[in-house]
C-alpha cells in the first residue's frame, strides 16, 4: 500500500513540467523531492494542475480550481454563471452537450474525483440520483492517505495536512469537506482509548473550543476542534473500535467530516508542511524535558518513542500531559 501511494504521488509531480533526477547542471529548476534532487523544466504546453470545471468542458481556455472543487462557494463559478445567465457565456453544460456521446462524461469525472462515468441526466445534476449520493454520502464516507509522510523521533506527520495546536489535524477533501482526525503524537501520547466521545451529526463546532473528547480508565481528555463548521459524517469503526485510530490516524482513523461555508480562513490560521515540522520538534522537545524530570536522563536519549507513553510512564500525569498539548 505504502509503495503504491509512494508511486502514484510521483506520478503527479511533473504534471505540466518534465523531470530527471539528479543534478547534473541541466538547465531547469533544482528541488527536493522525497529527499532526492530532481530537475524540473516547466513544459511549454503546460496543462493546469487542478484543471476547473470549465476548462474541462471546454468553456474556457485555462484556468485552475483554487477552490478544491467546492463550486457551490465558489467566486468564479458565481460570476460566470452570472454571465450565462445574462447571455455572454456558454455555459460549461452546454459546452459539455456539444461533445460526442463517447465524450458526455459526469461532472465527478470531469474534476478527477471519481473514474470515468457517461452522465446519464444530459448534465441536470440537480435531478442525478448519483450526484446526490456521491455528494452526500460516498465523499463523505471514504477515506483518504496523506502523499507523503515524515517521521519525527518516532511520530508521522503527513504533508499538505492542516495541524491544529491542540494535535488534530484537517485535510481538505475535493468538494469542500475537511476531514478530522487526532494526529499520531497524541494517540501515542496517551496510549489506546478506551471510548472517542465523539459528537453526532449535525452539531455544530468552533475552532479552538472542546469538540469531543476521548477516555481511558478514570481519565478523560478534551478535544479541541481545529476547525468552525458542521458535522456531516462519523466514523462509526472508530466509535466502535477507538484502536482503528491509534492504528492508522491519517487514514481509516479519521473521526469525522465537517462542512465549512470557507474552507480557505477555516485552514488559514492551521499549519502545514514546515510550520507543522517546527512546530512537532519543539513539542517533542517540551516531551522529552517532562520525561527527563520523571524517569532522569537516560529515558530521552535522542531516540524515538514507542506506543502509549502515558501507560509507561504514569508519573507524567495524565492532567499534565493533556494541559501541555492538548491544551485543556
Known amino acids: 500500500m505504502a509503495e503504491n501511494i509512494k508511486q502514484d504521488r510521483r506520478s503527479r509531480v511533473g504534471y505540466g513540467s518534465t523531470y530527471s533526477k539528479g543534478n547534473d547542471g541541466d538547465q531547469g529548476i533544482k528541488t527536493v523531492l522525497g529527499g532526492q534532487v530532481w530537475t524540473v523544466k516547466p513544459d511549454k504546453k503546460a496543462k493546469a494542475s487542478y484543471p476547473c470545471i470549465w476548462m474541462q468542458a471546454g468553456a474556457v481556455k485555462n484556468k485552475n480550481c ?27 453544460q452546454d459546452a459539455m452537450r456539444k461533445k460526442p456521446a463517447l465524450a458526455r462524461i459526469c461532472r465527478h469525472s470531469l474534476t478527477s474525483r471519481i473514474d470515468m462515468r457517461a452522465c446519464a441526466y444530459d448534465y441536470h445534476c440537480e435531478a442525478c440520483d448519483f450526484d446526490q449520493y ?32 491542540g ?33 453526532l451529526m449535525g452539531k455544530e463546532l468552533d475552532q479552538g473550543t472542546a469538540g469531543w473528547g476521548l477516555k481511558r480508565k478514570d481519565n478523560t481528555a478534551d478535544i479541541l476542534s481545529p476547525v468552525n463548521g458542521v458535522i456531516m459524517e462519523v466514523n462509526a469503526h472508530v466509535r466502535k473500535n477507538p484502536g482503528i485510530a491509534n492504528h492508522e490516524p491519517y487514514g481509516d482513523g479519521w473521526l469525522f467530516m465537517v462542512r465549512t461555508p470557507d474552507v480557505k480562513k477555516t485552514v488559514n490560521s492551521l499549519m502545514t508542511n514546515e510550520g507543522t515540522l517546527d512546530w512537532m520538534n519543539n513539542e517533542i522537545a517540551t516531551l522529552e524535558t517532562m520525561v527527563e524530570d520523571v524517569a532522569g536522563p537516560l529515558a ?26 492538548l491544551k485543556t
Open 167 to 199: 494535535h488534530t489535524w484537517a485535510r481538505i477533501e475535493s468538494g469542500g469537506y475537511v476531514r478530522i482526525g487526532l494526529d499520531d503524537f497524541a494517540l501515542k501520547l496517551l496510549g489506546n482509548a478506551d471510548a472517542l466521545d465523539l459528537p
Open 66 to 92: 483554487n477552490n478544491f472543487y467546492d463550486c457551490t462557494t465558489c467566486k468564479y463559478d458565481y460570476g460566470m454563471q452570472n454571465k450565462v445567465k445574462e447571455g455572454k457565456h456558454e455555459s460549461w
Open 134 to 165: 456521491f455528494e452526500d454520502i460516498w465523499s463523505a464516507k471514504t477515506k483518504s492517505l496523506p502523499g507523503a509522510m515524515e517521521h519525527v523521533k518516532g511520530f508521522d506527520v503527513p504533508m499538505n495536512y492542516h495541524f491544529h495546536n
Open 300 to 325: 530521552a536519549d535522542g531516540g524515538y518513542f514507542s506506543d502509549d507513553i502515558y501507560g509507561n510512564l504514569p508519573d507524567l500525569g495524565w492532567s499534565k500531559l493533556t494541559h501541555a498539548f
